[in-house]
């Protein structure tokens, strides 16, 4: 007769994958946060620019054609996050699959790696100068 505890996972298994999904959850909350400053960022910029090109100076509209330029640079942030965040979810669910599910009886399961690195981006917001242009 099976106990309760078979088929659970062990406590060390169970508080890393607790951990790395945590982290995951963080990534894409960061990514939200880019998404909207990045958002609102363009949206004034241009709106702006669109103003200024009625009743400003090259310059000014130079000004806010570069501000939504360097909103356009969380392209590059989200999707380093994003595929970032895909590896990491891969690998916990590869582990999941062969340590506690016992999908690798015979060794050969292929295991994503887990990221060491908790994201590859680190900016909460887009701001001018805060990114480099790629």
């Known amino acids: 007769m099976p106990t309760a505890d078979e088929g659970a996972l ?4 169970a508080a890393e994958l607790q951990d790395h999904l ?6 894409l909350d960061r990514l939200q946060r ?3 400053d990045a958002t609102q960022t363009l949206s004034t910029c241009f709106y702006t620019a669109n103003h200024l090109l009625t009743t400003g100076t090259t310059i000014d509209v130079q ?3 570069s501000e939504a ?6 392209h590059d942030m989200s ?4 595929a970032h965040t895909q590896r ?3 690998g916990l669910a590869d582990r999941i699959a062969r340590d506690a599910m016992d999908d690798d009886e015979d060794g050969a399961a292929v295991v994503c790696e887990i990221p060491n690195r908790p994201n590859p981006v680190t900016q909460d917001e887009v701001d001018a100068g805060s990114i480099e242009l790629f």
């Open 69 to 74: 330029l360097t909103a356009l640079q969380f």
């Open 22 to 27: 945590l982290v995951a959850g963080h990534d």
């Open 34 to 36: 880019l998404l909207d």
């Open 63 to 65: 000004r806010q054609l």
């Open 79 to 82: 999707t380093q996050l994003i």
């Open 88 to 90: 990491r979810l891969r």
């Open 10 to 13: 062990p406590l060390h298994v």
